[in-house]
Structures are given as structure tokens and as C-alpha cells.
């Protein structure tokens, strides 16, 4: 009895040290910002003095709404989760190389002991990223088909070029002109009756609006030519033709094709009509009766 007594204390507390474990999943190792491409190295940690090998990462995947567990081989795993993991000297880690938006997390560390589980805090890795910066003449169309590098333009003509870049905060934009020292801090570089001196290379600069180091620079060259109103005037010639002429093909086959089915029906109801009209009666006596004793019905209504 007392053995039994002894057993059931030894128990308990072992129970409640257990339960007194915290487990934690921390970013080790990096200092600063998380950008796009660096490396990254997430560790679990708990309170206790035993190893992790009852611990484990998950990840949260919102398309299947459920964790998907990264360190069992047993476990389905595509690129999309496929991780580093290491378990040295009692630790356990997780290595992001080169390390993607994708890759942002929600990440958790679980253990699930013949005790119980324990779940840390979910962390999600905020990465910043500034990517390509585009150039382009302000206007749907030129949205979609410019990559502006030479703008060519006649005196007097407006310019309004509009720079953009895909980033993980709305970035800031700076414009210069190679050998000025003035800037434009805006989105949109505008140009009112350019003349040959308004003629350089222009740079847009953007910026991460929380991470300054993080930024990118493209340029384009401002040509102002005097006969450019001719060329400028036949190329507005072949951009309408280039959109109009595949309009008007594709309408003209549209409608061929309506017409073509239109008759296609008209014919075949016509068709039937005609075979319907051609049913007579056949009586007995008539040349084109079949032989028959005593038919007095007619063979077709």
C-alpha cells in the first residue's frame, strides 16, 4: 500500500512538471528586417531538460485548413513544404534557404508525448520584398504593351510617364534627371511642353516604405525631335489598324457563322415540311396499292 502511495506521488509530480513546460518557436540567428532571399533558421525550445525528439514543426496550409506536419517522412510533402530540418545535440531546427513569400508561415512547434501536447505560438515570418520596377507611358494601353527605355517626343509635346513597382508595403518613388540635382518625389514624372533641353535620362527610384535599404532604380532617355510629329503620327496609324483589323476579322467570322447556322435551320425545317407533305393516303384499287384481300385503311395517314 504504501508502495502504491509512493507511486501515485511520484506520478503526479512527474505530470505536473510536464505540464509546466513551455515550448516556444523563436527566428534565431538574424538580426534586422527579413528579406526576400535571405536565409532563415526557426528553433524550437522548451523548459525542459530532455531532448526534442518528441517535438516536431507544422506548418498551416489554408487551402487544406489543417497543419500539415513537416518533419515526418511517413507524411505526404510536396515543394511547397519541403523544409530542412535537423535535430543535433538536442536541438531542433528549421532552415529556410532563400526564403520566399510562400514561405512566410503560419509555422508552430508541437510535442505530443505519452503525456500530453503542448503547442507553442504560431509565428508567421514577415518578409519584405521590392520587386521590378516597370515604366510606362500613363494610358491603358501603353500599361500593357510598353517597356519603356526611349521615349522619343516632338516640341511642345506633353509627357507623363508613371513608374511602378510590386512591393510588400506601398513604395515611396523618387524621379531625377542624370546631372540635375533636383528630385520629384512622386509616382509620376510630368512634363509640360517638352523642349530639346528637357531631353536626358530620367530615374525612377523606389523605395520600401519600412526598410530604406531595400530599393530599386530604373531609367528611360527623353528624346525631343523636331520631324518625330510624322513618325509619331503613322505609328498612332499601325497601333489602330494592329487593334481594329483583328476586330473587324473576328466580327466578320462571327457573323458568317450566324448566317451559315440561321440557314443550316432554315433548310433543314423546310426539309421536314416537304417529307411531311408528301405522305398521301394508299387505298385498295389504286396503282400504287399493294396486294391485299381485305384492306379497306389507308397504309400511310
Known sequence: MKTLFVLLIFTLLSAQHVSS???????????????????????????????????????????????????????????????????????????????????????????????QTEVSENITIPINYLRDVSLFRTGFFSRYTDNLKVLTVAPGDDVEVECSAYSSGTPLYEWSRDGDDWIIVSNKLKLESVAPEHAGTYTCKALHPSVPDLSKSKSFSLVVAKEYKHHQAVSDIYMILAIVLPAISLLIIVVAFAIHMYRRKNATEKLLADEGGQRTPIYKGSLDSLPSVSDKQPLVM
Open 21 to 115: 513546460a513551455n515550448v516556444s518557436l523563436v527566428i534565431t540567428g538574424h538580426h534586422g528586417p527579413v528579406l526576400e532571399g535571405d536565409d532563415i533558421t526557426l528553433e524550437c525550445l522548451a523548459d525542459t531538460s530532455e531532448d526534442m525528439s518528441t517535438y516536431y514543426f507544422q506548418k498551416y496550409s489554408k487551402w487544406m485548413n489543417s497543419w500539415i506536419t513537416l518533419d515526418t517522412r511517413m507524411s505526404f510533402r510536396c515543394w511547397y513544404y519541403a523544409v530542412n530540418i535537423t535535430r543535433n545535440d538536442g536541438q531542433l531546427f528549421l532552415y529556410l534557404n532563400d526564403i520566399q513569400t510562400y514561405q512566410s508561415g503560419p509555422y508552430r512547434c508541437v510535442s505530443n508525448n505519452s503525456l
